[in-house]
């Protein structure tokens, strides 16, 4: 009797500690999904890029500065200059060089700069097959989309060189530059600055490159001497805005659109314009012809029609209440 009391004891604390342990187990995990949830409510937001901003470039002085073949070892100090003068621009990178500068390439999408395409390797892509040119591209679409969170919408071939298949094999706006400020070539800060400033105009797009020191130690005062001549600083797909960019077509500038020309109106009593009314009895209407003077032609300005007489007399009509011309007697 006595080992079966002892058995029946030893079970019910077994089944305590048994009931003691879910509890617990229970209990902590409670706890931990409770602070999970309060981590998620928590957590803030993903930073997102600023939208487009909607500037009519028709109506005020644009220009797009753009930077090539980057991000590279100088692009950072250039973002904190454009940041700082509240500067927006393009850059077209390389996807080659967008794995070691990925932090720079999402502080340029989050800072409201424009990223953009301008091939892997930066080869003349018209010695390239179709294929070839396709690769380079799709490669750079996923490098600069990994690393900001943003397609590119736009590409620069380089060297500016394309064709029909080329155009064909991309498949996306092309964007060229109405001011080359041969930066690459001179490596000299004043003259970038002096063409930097004084070359653009409006609805213009700048090309310099951020992978050379001078041209990044330049862009200060070209941002001042731009501004003091009264310019907007755009991304280039702000510079479009209200316009489609077609994919396969190649986008130098903005220009103006065209203006309606409106003639001057026609005189009063030509057979276009209004009626003419006499100011006084027996004074000609405007544009009438004077007593005495050879009523004017349409075919005056042709010459004299072969054949026809030669009175010097108005033909047609006289004008509504006006009495008609007298007759001209030719001189002997």
Known sequence: ???????????????????????????????????????????????????????????????????????????????????????RATFFMLGENVGAHRDIVRRMALEGQEVANHSWSHPDLTTLSSAEVRSQIQRTQKAVKD??????????????STNKRVE?????PLVLWSVDTLDWRYRDVARDTRVGVKEPESGGIVLFHDIHKPSVDSIPKVVDGLRKRGFTFVTVSELFTGRRLAPGTSYSERTAPPTQVTASPPPAGSSAGPAATSKAPGAPAPGAPAPGAPAPDASASRGPVPGAPDSGAPSGPAPSGLAPAPPITPSP
């Open 168 to 172: 064909h094999a991309i498949g996306m």
């Open 147 to 160: 690393a900001s969170g943003v397609a590119p919408t736009l590409m620069r071939p380089p060297y500016g």
């Open 1 to 87: 009797m006595r080992i079966r009391n002892c058995a029946v004891i030893g079970a019910g604390l077994l089944l305590a500690a048994g009931c003691s342990h879910a509890e617990r187990q229970a209990r902590t995990a409670g706890e931990h999904g409770a602070i999970k949830g309060r981590a998620q409510a928590t957590r803030s937001p993903r930073p997102a890029p600023p939208p487009p901003r909607k500037i009519d470039c028709d109506r005020v002085k644009c220009v797009a500065l753009t930077f090539d073949d980057g991000p590279g070892p100088y692009t950072a100090r250039l973002l904190d200059t454009l940041k700082r003068n509240g500067v």
